[in-house]
């Protein structure tokens, strides 16, 4: 099928849907290369590491954890994905397999994209080029950030470090913590389950978390960030944590 029909085709399936007005000029020109919509229930996997990254994948709703498979049943999440990220998107220039692994955190579409319409279309369009390239370049800093902390922290700072990152406002508005298990905690702060469990009850006692079912905490981000801040001044790295968010702010966190 060539580029145009496949734009053709695209363009039909979504105002047949009714569902062009609420799209972005981001999401339109991104989906005028779209090849199938697929739809992902609640632990289904996206990508593979190691696997051939035969498409790009845009995310149009929903969460999806990435993670690196370090070993037998060892994994590190890195990241949360959410509407508008693309999984693959190193594969448009010359990486050939999945650097990462993907599962749905919840209910998920997303779209396989035409590889070269899509680079074609950065080729063309500076400022969406300019706007992923900004989004990578964050992701980027995030990694970083992961290093030092895994490089430095003792396991209650990375524990801490992963939750002020889960308590993002963009996932707070997916209800995150909904959808995490104790074992996704752990992965995010490359810990054991074992110990994600027994430093999670030190923030009960604390009265940081409430692991009492799916009830919230009335505390949040402000404990968070001193439990990070005093684990990383320890480490002459306080400016780091003082930088993750407003000491001010505080909200409810769920803990399945």
Same mark, same amino acid.
């Given at each position: 099928?060539?580029?145009?029909?496949?734009?053709?085709?695209? =363009?039909? &399936?979504?105002?047949?849907?009714?569902?062009?007005?609420?799209?972005?000029?981001?999401?339109?020109?991104?989906? #005028?290369?779209?090849?199938?919509?697929?739809? %992902? *229930?609640?632990?289904?996997?996206?990508?593979?590491?190691?696997?051939?990254?035969?498409?790009?994948? %845009?995310? #149009?709703?929903?969460?999806?954890?990435?993670? +690196?498979?370090?070993?037998? &049943?060892?994994?590190?999440?890195?990241?949360?994905?959410?509407?508008?990220?693309?999984?693959?998107?190193?594969?448009?220039?010359?990486?050939?397999? =999945?650097?990462?692994?993907?599962?749905?955190?919840?209910?998920?579409?997303?779209?396989?994209?035409?590889?070269?319409?899509?680079?074609?279309? +950065?080729?063309?369009?500076?400022?969406?080029?300019? *706007?992923?390239?900004?989004?990578?370049?964050?992701?980027?800093?995030?990694?970083?950030?992961?290093?030092?902390?895994?490089?430095?922290?003792?396991?209650?700072? @990375?524990?801490?470090?992963?939750? +002020? %990152?889960?308590? &993002?406002?963009?996932?707070?508005?997916?209800?995150?913590?909904?959808? +995490?298990?104790? #074992?996704?905690?752990?992965?995010?702060?490359? $810990?054991?389950?074992?110990?994600? $469990?027994? =430093?999670?009850? *030190?923030?009960?006692?604390?009265?940081?978390?409430?692991?009492?079912?799916?009830?919230?905490?009335?505390?949040?981000?402000?404990?968070?960030?001193?439990?990070?801040?005093?684990? *990383?001044?320890? @480490?002459?790295?306080?400016?780091?944590?003082?930088?993750?968010?407003?000491?001010?702010?505080?909200?409810?966190?769920?803990?399945?």
């Amino acid at each position: 099928m060539d580029r145009t029909s496949t734009k053709a085709i695209a =363009y039909d &399936r979504i105002q047949r849907a009714g569902a062009a007005a609420s799209l972005s000029d981001r999401d339109h020109q991104i989906l #005028q290369f779209k090849k199938k919509q697929l739809s %992902y *229930e609640e632990g289904e996997n996206l990508v593979k590491q190691g696997a051939f990254a035969a498409q790009v994948l %845009y995310i #149009q709703s929903g969460l999806a954890r990435i993670f +690196l498979q370090t070993g037998p &049943r060892k994994q590190i999440s890195v990241r949360v994905a959410g509407p508008g990220s693309f999984l693959g998107f190193s594969s448009l220039y010359g990486q050939e397999t =999945y650097s990462y692994s993907a599962v749905a955190l919840k209910k998920l579409q997303a779209c396989m994209i035409h590889k070269e319409g899509l680079r074609e279309l +950065l080729d063309e369009n500076g400022t969406l080029a300019r *706007e992923i390239t900004a989004e990578h370049l964050r992701d980027e800093r995030h990694l970083f950030a992961i290093i030092s902390v895994l490089s430095h922290q003792q396991m209650r700072g @990375k524990l801490a470090h992963a939750l +002020l %990152y889960l308590s &993002r406002d963009s996932f707070r508005e997916e209800d995150i913590f909904l959808h +995490l298990t104790r #074992q996704d905690l752990a992965s995010f702060a490359a $810990i054991t389950t074992e110990s994600a $469990i027994r =430093y999670l009850k *030190e923030f009960e006692k604390a009265g940081i978390v409430d692991l009492d079912g799916r009830t919230s905490s009335s505390a949040g981000r402000r404990n968070w960030k001193r439990l990070h801040g005093k684990a *990383e001044a320890t @480490k002459h790295q306080g400016s780091f944590a003082l930088s993750l968010c407003n000491p001010m702010q505080t909200e409810s966190v769920f803990l399945p």
